[in-house]
């Protein structure tokens, strides 16, 4: 077909048709779609070869690796090592707090795991482990990084920027205690105040559910929403590539019991704050393997995307993001099943029509829309930054240029049913300030699938000047809450 099927191989020079071109035959030629995608698995995605970029990794591929050049020893007793790892995953439990969304109704869960006489794991018990079976943490003790004050430090640069006046340093000061909130090692004081990002799902996810349970327009898929207890969240501030099978084990099957998992069943999973849908390996869980790997992946999305408030090591010139994963919370949501025939960009999102819609709670109104796939955003970015020439890009470049039309058709057409059912909910939504919230439709079918502060989302140039607002934060900790 064209040779469609070679594309991203050796015979891609010998392809004369220009991407434009290529989506045009995809959107009219089942047959042409096809070939193309069998050529980009074929040539690119199924490479057994890593990315040297850390960044371009995803979860699968390193829990693949580890698997492969992890060398532990084999322990002598095994029952005693169970033992321990069935001990910690209770100690985490005993902890444990998830918000429940089944789709019908909203409610708390903990878990009462332990007996009043119980006695915690001990350093001596780990200890009797060999070095590279011992966990690195259990349900009331955790390993540290670096053993600096990080409470401290961080509370003084914020509090020196709440004091500045001077707007260069202010700016500074600020950049320092969000940097810190996401590379500094955990303790209490540091965990509520990590706490405190209104960004995470479990701010908003409540309020919102009570509103959606009042309307039939709107779905909001079933979710479990973690406060993951401080000696797991610690974990993301270790190196990953060196923490031992019997923490992964513990992470796993902590995963697998407080967030109900099926086997059988297909996930979707983020951190409170991210979920690294750009490359959806990380974000969609199938297969009874990856379900009993699924709290490794939480932990590997995490701690990937704290690093990237690091400072660059890699010489690529990485610049330094902070607040991506600034959460204390994981998720794990049904995936809703696309329908037949839906195109995918970024390694098998399903690319389906979805809305941005920007709210003012304070005033109750509407005040900016748009596509969230918009045309200019997407073609910019796959088509006019430097790695363009990626295969990967031009993948996903062709691909949406295929789904262009169909999905601007569809926010046309549905845009103002869904602003016109969103207002009549916006009163019922205990919120305040400004959001955007994400929409998908599926089908016939609306999922209220994200929200974050207006101020910090994409799109935000929809919203008529003078409309949007700055962003009012409060990260000071309520010690004994």
């Given at each position: 077909?064209?040779?469609?099927?070679?594309?991203?191989?050796?015979?891609?020079?010998?392809?004369?048709?220009?991407?434009?071109?290529?989506?045009?035959?995809?959107?009219?030629?089942?047959?042409?779609?096809?070939?193309?995608?069998?050529?980009?698995?074929?040539?690119?995605?199924?490479?057994?070869?890593?990315?040297?970029?850390?960044?371009?990794?995803?979860?699968?591929?390193?829990?693949?690796?580890?698997?492969?050049?992890?060398?532990?020893?084999?322990?002598?007793?095994?029952?005693?090592?169970?033992?321990?790892?069935?001990?910690?995953?209770?100690?985490?439990?005993?902890?444990?707090?998830?918000?429940?969304?089944?789709?019908?109704?909203?409610?708390?869960?903990?878990?009462?795991?332990?007996?009043?006489?119980?006695?915690?794991?001990?350093?001596?018990?780990?200890?009797?482990?060999?070095?590279?079976?011992?966990?690195?943490?259990?349900?009331?003790?955790?390993?540290?990084?670096?053993?600096?004050?990080?409470?401290?430090?961080?509370?003084?640069?914020?509090?020196?920027?709440?004091?500045?006046?001077?707007?260069?340093?202010?700016?500074?000061?600020?950049?320092?205690?969000?940097?810190?909130?996401?590379?500094?090692?955990?303790?209490?004081?540091?965990?509520?105040?990590?706490?405190?990002?209104?960004?995470?799902?479990?701010?908003?996810?409540?309020?919102?559910?009570?509103?959606?349970?009042?309307?039939?327009?709107?779905?909001?898929?079933?979710?479990?929403?973690?406060?993951?207890?401080?000696?797991?969240?610690?974990?993301?501030?270790?190196?990953?590539?060196?923490?031992?099978?019997?923490?992964?084990?513990?992470?796993?099957?902590?995963?697998?019991?407080?967030?109900?998992?099926?086997?059988?069943?297909?996930?979707?999973?983020?951190?409170?704050?991210?979920?690294?849908?750009?490359?959806?390996?990380?974000?969609?869980?199938?297969g009874e393997k990856e379900v009993q790997e699924l709290g490794e992946y939480l932990l590997f999305i995490h701690y990937q995307a704290l690093c990237m408030a690091h400072y660059d090591l890699s010489s690529r010139k990485q610049p330094i993001i902070y607040g991506v994963s600034t959460t204390t919370e994981w998720v794990v949501r049904e995936y809703i099943q696309p329908e037949p025939d839906t195109k995918e960009i970024y390694y098998g999102l399903p690319l389906r029509p979805e809305y941005r819609i920007f709210v003012d709670f304070d005033s109750d109104e509407i005040i900016g829309c748009s596509p969230y796939w918009e045309p200019e955003t997407m073609k910019k970015r796959f088509g006019r930054c430097e790695d363009s020439d990626d295969p990967d890009k031009v993948h996903d470049y062709i691909i949406y240029s295929a789904a262009e039309e169909e999905l601007m058709a569809q926010y046309h057409k549905n845009i103002g049913s869904i602003t016109e059912n969103l207002q009549k909910m916006i009163p019922e939504i205990n919120l305040t300030g400004q959001w955007s919230v994400d929409i998908m439709q599926n089908g016939n079918d609306f999922y209220i699938i994200d929200m974050a502060p207006a101020a910090t989302s994409a799109l935000k140039e929809c919203v008529p000047a003078g409309k949007l607002k700055d962003l009012e934060e409060d990260w000071i900790p309520r010690i004994g809450k």
């Open positions: 077909m064209f040779g469609l099927e070679n594309i991203f191989g050796k015979k891609a020079e010998k392809i004369i048709l220009s991407r434009d071109e290529i989506a045009d035959f995809i959107k009219i030629d089942p047959e042409a779609l096809r070939a193309f995608e069998e050529s980009y698995s074929k040539h690119v995605i199924n490479k057994d070869s890593l990315s040297d970029n850390f960044f371009a990794i995803n979860a699968k591929q390193i829990a693949n690796e580890r698997k492969k050049y992890l060398i532990s020893n084999i322990v002598a007793d095994s029952s005693y090592l169970d033992a321990i790892i069935q001990r910690i995953v209770a100690e985490l439990l005993d902890s444990a707090a998830v918000y429940v969304w089944d789709g019908k109704d909203d409610h708390f869960e903990t878990f009462d795991s332990l007996p009043e006489d119980y006695i915690p794991v001990s350093n001596d018990e780990i200890k009797n482990l060999p070095e590279s079976q011992r966990p690195e943490l259990t349900g009331f003790r955790y390993k540290r990084d670096i053993s600096e004050d990080a409470a401290g430090s961080i509370l003084w640069a914020y509090k020196e920027y709440l004091k500045c006046k001077n707007p260069a340093k202010k700016r500074h000061l600020y950049e320092m205690f969000r940097q810190g909130l996401d590379i500094q090692d955990l303790d209490p004081i540091t965990y509520k105040i990590i706490d405190r990002n209104i960004t995470s799902m479990g701010y908003y996810l409540p309020p919102l559910i009570e509103s959606v349970k009042k309307q039939k327009f709107f779905k909001v898929p079933a979710t479990r929403v973690l406060k993951v207890p401080l000696p797991l969240l610690q974990l993301t501030r270790l190196e990953y590539m060196a923490l031992t099978p019997t923490t992964m084990r513990i992470v796993d099957e902590f995963c697998y019991k407080v967030f109900d998992l099926k086997p059988g069943q297909e996930y979707f999973i983020k951190t409170g704050t991210y979920s690294s849908k750009f490359d959806f390996r990380n974000a969609h869980v199938v």
